[in-house]
């Protein structure tokens, strides 16, 4: 079902397919959920405010900062093996 806009508002471009299906399964979220994924979209959209640091995380954000400037990456085995100790 495409969005409906009030007539001022007919001058914006139309959305891209996937991303009308996207906001879709938004709308069946809880308003919590809706709220969470709107902040990402504004984030990556560059229009969020970025999230506050716990003050008991900021040396390891520092230190992977830090890490990323000197471009100390993970290695693709080692992204691998992380994301196999989630697997169930």
Known sequence: MPLSL???EKHIPAMS???EKAL???RRLSPDGQ???ARAMLTLA???E??????????NVLQSLAQAQ???FATDAEVEAAFRRFDA
């Not at 970025?50 to 040396?59: G, N, Q, S």
Request: net charge negative; glycine share 8%; proline share 18%.
């Open 50 to 59: 970025p999230e506050p640091i716990d003050p008991a995380h900021l040396p």
């Open 70 to 72: 000197r471009r100390q």
């Open 35 to 37: 709220d969470e994924i």
């Open 6 to 8: 009030p007539k001022r």
């Open 46 to 48: 560059g229009e969020g």
């Open 17 to 19: 397919k996937l991303l």
């Open 24 to 26: 879709e399964a938004v």
